[in-house]
């Protein structure tokens, strides 16, 4: 069965600490990996996917097959960062279009 | 920038009613999707649409529910018999190839009494 752990359901810091926002995830397969945000009053939308590599927003997310995680990084979080953040695999192939399976989310307060 | 809009943005509706949850995707996109969230409780993906069939749905997509898309624009999500459990926020996305960004709606909040 497709499983998606965000073991934090509260992450605080203060401005300019680092933040690591922890996702583990079983899946058969090779999933595609995406990191999705809500902030306040806001649709969800995505922050970063695994196969492009990108940093946005400061934010990286690396991806360690063996251990099957996929832990969101920022190294000096700022106040606008406070959102809800999900871990998302996706799997395509076989009988799969892009189905994501959401984690819990991980609702991150950045202090001033 | 094209978003994706969904309404209404809040139905209240009694048990055993009919509703149907409206979106219109991005125009370009070619994949459609439902989502649902449950107050406090994590957001579950219901079906996928693509080709103007049903590719894939999950267990909670059961023959209560049903999916639309009557006129190459408009994406509709139908709940034949509504009960109790199916109150939560809707979300329609749609993206223009899999495994791509799925830009999502704002949601429509379901409430059934």
Known sequence: AQRVTQPEKLLSVFKGAPVELKCNYSYSGSPELFWYVQYSRQRLQLLLRHISRESIKGFTADLNKGETSFHLKKPFAQEEDSAMYYCAPSKTGGTSYGKLTFGQGTILTVHP | ?113
């Open chain 2, 1 to 113: 920038e094209p978003e994706v809009t969904q309404t209404p943005s809040h139905q209240v509706t009694q048990m055993g009613q009919e509703v149907i949850l409206r979106c219109v995707p991005i125009s370009n996109h070619l994949y459609f999707y439902w989502y649902r969230q449950i107050l406090g409780q994590k957001v579950e993906f219901l079906v996928s649409f693509y080709n103007n069939e049903i590719s894939e749905k999950s267990e909670i997509f059961d023959d209560q529910f049903s999916v639309e898309r009557p006129d190459g624009s408009n994406f509709t999500l139908k709940i034949r018999s509504t009960k109790l459990e199916d109150s939560a926020m809707y979300f329609c996305a749609s993206s223009r190839d899999l495994n791509y960004e799925q830009y999502f709606g704002p949601g429509t909040r379901l409430t059934v009494t």
